[in-house]
T-cell receptor, first 115, second 111 residues
Framework: GAGVSQSPSNKVTEKGKDVELRCDPI?????LYWYRQSLGQGLEFLIY????????KSGLPSDRFSAERTGGSVSTLTIQRTQQEDSAVYLCASRKYTRPRYEQYFGPGTRLTVT | DAKTTQPPSMDCAEGRAANLPCNHS???????VYWYRQIHSQGPQYIIH???NNETNEMASLIITEDRKSSTLILPHATLRDTAVYYCIVRVGSNDYKLSFGAGTTVTVRA
């Protein structure tokens, strides 16, 4: 079946501009995660959505970052006034149920380059 | 979450078994061992996880020592497509776990 999809696959933007990154999770998956991965770095958690609960925003690095998930499906990560340190691959993952044996499935990521 | 230690890299011959070690000497009783991998330019991919018993699925086998201080991921017949960075993670099997990866092991499968 269809996996997690993300768009765009690549985004180049100028410093100071706003960007929106989109994630389409696997249909029926209740949990959705955003991560980022900088060059040569590990995976960094950003935000987590579970059903209708308030999102866990504990990983967002600054108030320039925000995310929403409409209708319990598609999610958008918005970065305002982008900075060069925001350059990274932004990964989205979805999970069917929030029980230990259900794993996260990742999309291919959006490579963001801030010039 | 307990810290894990993996070798930075290893090579494997195509068609042979690849045995990837992971040390997690500070693991606690309610922590699971998870393995993910990341092929170049792709998102991470779940492989397998376990608590105490050895586990096997269509991708790999996971062998956990009796004291649970270390484990080995076995790819039984490595192919060129198994070339990737492999991450061993130890964490509580909570409902809303958030993944974090360290450096992992870069596995290169050679023809």
């Amino acid at each position: 079946g269809a996996g997690v999809s993300q768009s765009p696959s690549n985004k180049v933007t100028e410093k100071g501009k706003d960007v929106e990154l989109r994630c389409d999770p696997i249909s029926g998956h209740t949990a959705l995660y955003w991560y980022r991965q900088s060059l040569g770095q590990g995976l960094e958690f950003l935000i987590y959505f579970q059903g209708n609960s308030a999102p866990d925003k504990s990983g967002l690095p600054s108030d320039r970052f925000s995310a929403e998930r409409t209708g319990g499906s598609v999610s958008t990560l918005t970065i305002q006034r982008t900075q060069q340190e925001d350059s990274a691959v932004y990964l989205c993952a979805s999970r069917k149920y929030t029980r230990p044996r259900y794993e996260q499935y990742f999309g291919p990521g959006t490579r963001l380059t801030v010039t | 979450d307990a810290k894990t230690t993996q070798p930075p890299s290893m090579d494997c011959a195509e068609g042979r078994a690849a045995n990837l070690p992971c040390n997690h000497s500070t693991i606690s009783g309610n922590e699971y061992v998870y393995w993910y991998r990341q092929i170049h330019s792709q998102g991470p991919q779940y492989i397998i996880h376990g608590l105490k018993n050895n586990e096997t699925n269509e991708m790999a086998s996971l062998i956990i020592t009796e004291d649970r201080k270390s484990s080995t991921l076995i790819l039984p017949h490595a192919t060129l497509r198994d070339t990737a960075v492999y991450y061993c993670i130890v964490r509580v099997g909570s409902n809303d776990y958030k993944l974090s990866f360290g450096a992992g092991t870069t596995v290169t499968v050679r023809a």
